[in-house]
C-alpha cells in the first residue's frame, strides 16, 4: 500500500487545490522575492517615463526607440519566465536598467534614469501594485456578495436562534445571518474604493523628495498611468510612502476580521453541540491520528490570517512613525508588509464563497433549537406591554419572574405568567393561546416587523438595497478597469508615434 495521503480516507470529496494551498500556508510553499510582483509595473512605469522625456526633449527619438524596445523585450522574458532577477544589482529597477545598459549600451539606456531616481520608481510601481489589489479584492468581495444574497433569499424561512454573549437571545432565520454577512462585505468593498479618491495619484517626478531641474511634466505620465494627477508636494508623497499601503492594510484587515466573524460562527454552528450546518468535505481537511476528522480548516486558518493581517498593518503603521522629512531607507519595508498582507488574505473572500454555497444545513436541528432556552419570552414581553398598554419595565419584571418560576422548562407558561401578573398586582385578561403563540417562532417571526429584522418581507427589501450598492460597486469597478484601459491604449499610440519610421 502506498501513503499518498495523511488523512481523507473517509472524505467523499477531495479538498479543492485552492484549499490545500490556503491551509498550508509558508509551511511547504515557498513565496518569490517582492520585486517580481513589481516587475510589470517597472515595465510600464519606465514606458511612460520614457515617452515623457521623449515628448519633453529631453531625450531623442532615436534614444527613445532604443528603450522602448529593450523594455518591450524584458516584457517579454518576464511573461515567459526567463528575466531573473540578479541579487547583486539589488533591486528590480536596477536589474532592468542594466539589462538595457548592457545590451543597448549606456549612451542610450542610460539616459532612461535622467529626472528620476529609484525611490520615484519604488513608489510608482508600489502605488500601481496596491491600485490593482484593490481592483481585485472588490472584485472577489462581489462575486461573495451575490452568493451571499442568494443564500439571504433561499433561506429567508428558515429559522434557526440568534445569540448574544454565546447564548440563546431571539428568534431569527438562516436569511437574516446571511443578508449580515453581506451587508458587511459590501461595505468592506465600499471601503477599499475610498483608497482609490486618496491614493490615485502619481508619485512619479517627486525624485527623492524635492523634485527635478528638468523640464519634466508630470500631468504626461499620470494621463499615461491613469491616474487623476500628480501628487501636490513632492516632499510630502516620498516622507508618507508608508501610508498608502497602510491604508490598504487597513481595508484588508477590517475584510478579515469581518471573514473570521463568518467563519467562527459557521465553525460553531457545525460542531456536534450545536449541529445546525455541515461544511462540506472539499473545505474541510482531516487528521494525523483520529481517523473519523473532518475539520473545518479553511475557515479556521481564515481566523489566523485575520490576525496575521492586524499584525502586519501594525508594522505599517510603525513606518510611519516620527519620520523625518524626505526619503528614509526604512520605509522600503513597507512594500514587503503589504505585498505579504495582500498574499495571505487575497483568497480569503473566495474560500467564503465556496464554504456557504456547499453549506449542508440541518434544518430541524435549527428549528428544535428555536423552542429551548426561554427564546421566545422577549417577543412575549413586547406583545403584553404592546396589547395591554403596560409599562416595558414592569411587564420585564413580570416575564422574568415568569421565567423563574418556569425554570424547568423552555417556555414561559400560562400560569407562571398568571403567578408573576399576581405578584405585581397587575389584572389583563390575558390568555393561554397568547402565551403560547407569541412564543411560537413561526409567529414571532412574522410579528417582528421592523426593517432591517429577520422576516422574510424585510429581507426581501434588504436584498434590494444591497443589490443597489453591489450594481454601483460593479459600475465602479468597470469604470476603472476602462480608465485603466484607456490610459494603456494612450501610452501604445505614444510609443507607436516614436517608432513610426
Known amino acids: ?46 514606458k511612460a517615463h520614457c515617452v515623457m522625456l521623449f515628448k519633453q526633449g529631453i531625450i ?3 534614444d527613445a526607440r532604443i528603450i522602448l524596445k529593450g523594455l518591450d523585450e524584458i516584457d517579454e522574458l518576464s511573461l515567459r519566465g526567463k528575466f531573473q532577477l540578479d541579487v547583486t544589482k539589488e533591486d528590480v529597477h536596477t536589474n532592468i536598467e542594466f539589462w538595457l545598459i548592457e545590451k543597448y549600451g549606456v549612451e542610450s539606456a542610460g539616459k ?21 489589489q484593490v481592483r481585485n479584492f472588490v472584485s472577489e468581495l462581489l462575486v461573495l456578495n451575490e452568493t451571499l444574497l442568494q ?9 434557526m436562534p440568534g445569540f448574544t454573549h454565546h447564548q440563546h437571545a431571539m428568534i431569527t432565520t438562516f436569511g437574516h445571518l446571511m443578508l449580515m454577512f453581506s451587508a458587511m462585505v459590501l461595505r468592506d468593498a465600499k471601503r477599499f474604493t475610498h483608497w482609490y479618491d486618496i491614493h490615485n495619484y502619481n508619485p512619479l517626478g517627486s525624485i527623492v523628495s524635492y523634485g527635478t531641474s528638468f523640464p519634466i511634466d508630470r500631468n504626461i505620465t499620470s494621463k499615461l498611468l491613469a491616474f487623476e494627477g500628480p501628487e501636490v508636494n513632492s516632499v510630502d508623497e516620498i516622507t508618507n510612502r508608508w501610508e498608502a499601503e497602510a491604508d490598504l492594510g487597513f481595508d484588508i484587515t477590517i475584510l478579515m476580521n469581518h471573514l473570521s466573524v463568518i467563519a467562527q460562527t459557521l465553525i460553531l454552528f457545525a460542531t456536534p453541540q450545536f449541529g445546525m450546518v455541515k461544511v462540506a468535505d472539499k473545505y474541510s481537511t482531516g487528521s494525523s491520528i ?30 510611519g512613525k516620527a519620520n523625518f522629512i524626505g526619503y528614509n531607507r526604512d520605509s522600503q519595508w513597507a512594500k514587503y508588509l503589504i505585498c505579504d498582507l495582500v498574499r495571505e488574505c487575497i483568497l480569503a473572500p473566495g474560500i467564503v464563497r465556496g464554504v456557504i454555497k ?34 416595558f419595565r414592569k411587564t420585564k419584571v413580570i416575564i422574568e419572574k415568569a421565567v423563574k418560576y418556569s425554570e424547568d422548562r423552555n417556555k414561559v407558561t400560562f400560569e407562571s405568567v398568571k403567578k408573576a401578573l399576581a405578584e405585581e398586582e397587575v389584572e389583563i385578561p390575558i390568555r393561554v393561546q397568547q402565551v403560547a403563540q407569541w412564543q411560537d417562532p413561526r409567529v414571532i417571526l412574522k410579528l417582528t416587523k421592523s426593517f432591517g429584522g429577520p422576516s422574510p418581507t ?28 484607456k490610459a494603456n491604449s494612450i501610452l501604445q499610440r505614444e510609443i507607436a508615434i516614436i517608432n513610426r519610421p
Open 1 to 46: 500500500m502506498k501513503h499518498k495521503k495523511l488523512w481523507g480516507h473517509a472524505f467523499d470529496t477531495e479538498p479543492e487545490k485552492a484549499v490545500i494551498e490556503f491551509t498550508a500556508g509558508r509551511d511547504v510553499i515557498g513565496i518569490p522575492p517582492v520585486d517580481l510582483h513589481l516587475l510589470p509595473y517597472d515595465i510600464i512605469g519606465n
Open 458 to 485: 424585510n429581507i426581501k427589501k434588504s436584498i434590494k438595497i444591497l443589490e443597489k450598492d453591489a450594481k454601483k460597486l460593479s459600475l465602479w469597478l468597470e469604470k476603472k478597469e476602462k480608465e485603466r484601459l
Open 358 to 391: 456547499t453549506l449542508e444545513l440541518d434544518r430541524g436541528k435549527m428549528e428544535e433549537w428555536c423552542e429551548k432556552a426561554f427564546i421566545g419570552t422577549t417577543t412575549l414581553l413586547e406583545q403584553m406591554a404592546f396589547h395591554y398598554k403596560l409599562p
Open 290 to 319: 483520529m481517523p473519523q476528522k473532518k475539520n473545518p480548516d479553511a475557515l479556521e486558518v481564515i481566523k489566523g490570517k485575520a490576525s496575521v493581517a492586524a499584525g502586519l498593518l501594525q508594522g505599517l503603521m510603525g513606518m
Open 112 to 132: 532612461l534614469h535622467t529626472a528620476r531616481s529609484r525611490n520615484d520608481q519604488t513608489n510608482l510601481d508600489t502605488r500601481l501594485y496596491l491600485r490593482d
Open 60 to 62: 531623442s527619438n532615436e
Open 151 to 159: 443564500s439571504a433569499a433561499k433561506y429567508d424561512n428558515v429559522l
